[in-house]
């Protein structure tokens, strides 16, 4: 009887840990046979979530179509969307039409066309398309690789941020922005970042040194500019080609982190003042510059803490605009939507658009920013985003996985590594996670396999002396023959 124990105690710690992955898959094969309403981008495609309040006009989103794993493992449709103001899809370019695998940025300009710019492998992809037909009124291809940003100058020359641009035979970044003239096809002023920046910064020179992924005319021979791996945004002066404004330094994240997209306003005091996506830090901030320096005015889409702290944050947004009735168009870009909020953080206007949307705009108010600072609305401090819809995990009450571990260690003395692995795996397992599977499946499945992969060790070990025998018998086996 006693011999029998360990067997039967082995057999019953086998069953368990049995039981134990299967309840741990069991929620991820259950998505698996049918997914149905997850929330999870895999179950949302194009609709519309809170319209508290129609918008003024049609919204034009771009949506990138990032490759998650899933469905296939096919790369998602990168594609343009017209929204009427009720949150209808007014219709749809698919990328295929202007052969672009991803699209980035896209400005509305004076006569109404639209300007999109599209990668593929083979460059970068500009078009003028009439909204109307869906047709290009022209398309230029430039031989730069990812270009996220080209804007028409009044001229109608093009600006250009020009990322990637490595050259390979020097091992050095040429990143820089230029102007380009379409008439007779030539680069007509360029401005070189190794040349204004220490070779060291970001960490020295690699393929992707600036990423450079915006570049915006404020003003007469001024450029705003968006080198994202730098943690600033910088406006350049076109004649002298000196940096004449700089918010943020490399490395200081409480400024901004990885930003996207920055938008230039003046106060009704004539204070320069900044409106970025932040994206690192999955907020929308607004800086003011005052006597020669910037001061944080305006944040929104933070966790402040208490109740409901974790189901009002943005995930990595990518562009905000200032809106002429004071409230901010916010491209949501890992919650899949676009939102418009007011200067205190309520949703009024919310669309989700699936796969990763990189830029909207308001089509009737022109491309980028056009209404008044926060300063000049009276409004300061940091707010959460509140009043969605919901209709994708974590965007309304419904908690994500990673929110569900911030919450559950805040206040403990665990929460500081809780928060960095909740931040981890919000920032990683969206580009991993099969699509029709939810955030809490997903962690299901993970903890599946460590289980497995703890049981493996563990049999190993125990059955180490059998082995050994085996390997053993093995040998002797061979070096009788």
Not at 194 to 203: E, I, L
Not at 279 to 289: G, K, M, T
């Amino acid at each position: 009887m006693s011999s029998s124990l360990p067997v039967r105690r082995r057999t019953a710690a086998r069953l368990l840990v049995a039981v134990v992955v299967l309840g741990l898959f069991a929620p991820a094969a259950t998505q698996a046979i049918a997914p149905g309403d997850t929330g999870t981008p895999g179950t949302v495609g194009l609709e519309a979530g809170t319209i508290a309040s129609e918008a003024n006009g049609s919204t034009v989103v771009a949506i990138q179509g990032f490759h998650f794993q899933g469905q296939g493992s096919q790369k998602k449709p990168a594609r343009l969307v017209s929204v009427a103001p009720n949150g209808s899809t007014e219709w749809v370019y698919d990328g295929d039409n202007q052969n672009a695998r991803w699209f980035y940025d896209v400005d509305p300009l004076p006569n109404g066309n639209l300007l999109v710019v599209g990668t593929n492998a083979d460059g970068t992809t500009v078009a003028e398309l009439d909204p109307e037909t869906r047709e290009p009124v022209w398309t230029e291809r430039l031989d730069m690789h990812d270009t996220h940003d080209v804007d028409m100058l009044p001229n109608g020359n093009l600006v250009i941020a020009n990322m990637r641009n490595w050259n390979e035979e020097e091992q050095i970044s040429d990143d820089r922005v230029v102007v380009y003239n379409r008439t007779t096809d030539e680069i007509v002023w360029e401005w070189m970042f190794r040349k204004h920046y220490p070779n060291s910064t970001d960490g020295g020179f690699d393929e992707d040194w600036t990423h450079v992924n915006d570049v915006d005319r404020i003003a007469e021979g001024q450029y705003l500019v968006s080198p994202r791996n730098f943690d600033q945004a910088i406006v350049i002066n076109r004649s002298t080609k000196e940096i004449d404004y700089r918010l943020g330094s490399d490395g200081n994240h409480e400024i901004l982190d990885e930003q996207h997209n920055p938008d230039w306003l003046v106060s009704e005091d004539g204070d320069p003042t900044v409106l970025v996506a932040d994206s690192e830090n999955d907020r929308v901030v607004e800086y003011e510059r005052d006597d020669g320096e910037w001061t944080k005015t305006w944040q929104v889409g933070v966790s402040l803490g208490g109740e409901g702290a974790e189901t009002s944050k943005l995930n990595w947004p990518r562009d905000a605009d200032r809106l002429p009735n004071g409230n901010t168009l916010i491209t949501d870009s890992l919650n899949h939507r676009v939102i418009e909020v007011t200067p205190r953080g309520e949703i009024v206007w919310e669309y989700y658009a699936t796969w990763g949307p990189y830029e909207a705009e308001r089509v009737a108010h022109g491309d980028g920013s056009n209404g008044p600072t926060m300063a000049d609305q009276g409004v300061t401090g940091s707010y959460r985003v509140h009043g969605s819809a919901g209709l994708i995990e974590g965007t309304g009450d419904s908690l994500t996985f990673a929110a569900g571990v911030q919450n559950t260690f805040a206040g403990t003395p665990i929460a500081g590594p809780a928060t960095a692995f909740a931040d981890t795996w919000a920032g990683v397992t969206p580009w991993i996670r099969p699509v029709w599977m939810g955030s809490w499946a997903f962690a299901g499945a993970v903890a599946g396999l460590l289980v497995l992969f703890g049981w493996g060790v563990a049999e190993t070990v125990a059955s180490r002396r059998a082995i050994r025998r085996g390997m053993r018998r093995a040998a002797d086996e061979v070096r009788t023959r």
